[in-house]
């Protein structure tokens, strides 16, 4: 059974950051490109960054250049998400994903967390 489950959302200031974490079993972690999603109320689902191995590219939605890290821990089937100079609009529940390397679709989704930044 493949689970997805994520951790380190909360309530932050703007400026503030957060790390959000994505523990993976069930695959084959090193078969996979690794990434992470939000939705913020009202929304669509967005793309926020992906990871893939064994190159270790990285790409990112043009909001969060600069400001997010993805990073992955093979020995540790995690995936991260450092999170910094926070903005309200970054407000969303995220979600971490998994495909198979080679596919577009991802394919597996964890449950989400919830990020709120306010003052």
């Known amino acids: 059974q493949v689970k997805l489950v994520e951790s380190g959302g909360g309530l932050v200031q703007p400026g503030a950051s957060l790390r959000l974490s994505c523990a993976a079993s069930g695959i084959t972690f090193r078969s996979y490109v690794m990434g992470w999603f939000r939705q913020a109320p009202g929304k669509e689902r967005e793309f926020v960054a992906r990871?893939?191995?064994?190159?270790?590219?990285?790409y990112y939605t043009d909001s969060v250049k600069g400001r997010f890290t993805i990073s992955r821990d093979n020995a540790q089937n995690t995936v991260n998400l450092q999170m910094n100079s926070l903005k309200p609009e970054d407000t969303a529940v995220y979600y971490c994903?998994?495909?198979?390397?080679?596919?577009?679709?991802?394919?597996?989704w964890g449950q989400g967390t919830q990020v709120t930044v306010s003052s």
């Open positions: 990871i893939s191995w064994p190159s270790g590219s990285t």
């Open positions: 994903a998994s495909r198979p390397t080679g596919l577009d679709e991802y394919r597996y």
